[in-house]
């Protein structure tokens, strides 16, 4: 029983480390992509203040605008959960991701969609091809070309979920969300930024899958 409690007390110890390992991989992912997709990736380029606290400073040669200046915001359609099945032809978005698939499509393209509604109300997820977008789902379409990398994790630094309304279901309006502001490089930095921010999530996902791993074997030990 003493050499059992000894063994089990050191696989468990090791497992809390690859568990901790986790978490700050996490964290310093999120830190790496948020400094990209508001500082850019050349460290020497002159800046300037944003007049936005939460941005702080800013390339000084990139464009400070109101989110509804450059793109639009349209909510999905009201479709039934018995029209949502485990499998089938086109992906179903709701305001938490996908929800299942459906016989049909309200949207085409690559879009990045915003949670309207529900627990995790302004999250971002990405869709292509053709999709379904529920009525708890933002669909956004933007008037230029954005590089969606780039785009959907900026939305998603910008922590939309701090703008729900506390209700019997939390959510967030249209409204509220066009009037904030965004950062607009140039089309090329963003295409530098998205594959940038693309290769941080990749290593970062390898270095989480194997930390995984090795929680399975030592549970396994």
């Known amino acids: 029983a003493n050499f059992l409690d000894h063994e089990t007390a050191k696989i468990d110890t090791l497992i809390e480390k690859q568990q901790t390992l986790i978490q700050l991989l996490?964290?310093?992912?999120?830190?790496?992509?948020?400094?990209?997709?508001?500082?850019?990736?050349?460290?020497?380029?002159?800046m300037k203040d944003s007049g936005v606290e939460w941005l702080g400073e800013v390339p000084e040669h990139w464009n400070i605008v109101k989110l509804s200046y450059r793109m639009k915001l349209l909510s999905g359609d009201g479709i039934t959960s018995q029209d949502i099945e485990p499998t089938g032809q086109y992906p179903v978005y709701g305001g938490n991701g996908l929800r299942g698939y459906t016989d049909r499509y309200n949207c085409e393209?690559?879009?990045?969609?915003?949670?309207?509604?529900?627990?995790?109300?302004?999250?971002?997820?990405?869709?292509?091809?053709?999709?379904?977008?529920?009525?708890?789902?933002?669909?956004?379409?933007?008037?230029?070309?954005?590089?969606?990398?780039?785009?959907?994790?900026?939305?998603?630094?910008?922590?939309?979920?701090?703008?729900?309304?506390?209700?019997?279901?939390?959510?967030?309006?249209?409204?509220?969300?066009?009037?904030?502001?965004?950062?607009?490089?140039?089309?090329?930095?963003?295409?530098?930024?998205?594959?940038?921010?693309?290769?941080?999530?990749?290593?970062?996902?390898?270095?989480?899958?194997?930390a995984n791993q090795q929680i399975k074997l030592l549970q396994e030990r």
């Open 26 to 46: 996490k964290e310093k992912r999120q830190a790496v992509i948020s400094h990209a997709v508001t500082k850019g990736l050349n460290p020497n380029a002159p």
């Open 109 to 210: 393209g690559h879009h990045v969609l915003i949670g309207r509604q529900g627990a995790l109300c302004g999250n971002i997820n990405l869709a292509q091809g053709k999709f379904f977008a529920t009525e708890h789902a933002v669909v956004v379409y933007p008037y230029q070309d954005f590089n969606i990398s780039f785009l959907s994790e900026f939305l998603r630094f910008m922590d939309l979920g701090q703008y729900s309304v506390s209700a019997a279901q939390p959510g967030i309006s249209v409204e509220r969300i066009n009037g904030l502001k965004i950062l607009v490089p140039p089309y090329y930095e963003q295409t530098e930024i998205g594959e940038h921010v693309e290769n941080i999530i990749k290593r970062f996902e390898d270095l989480s899958t194997k």
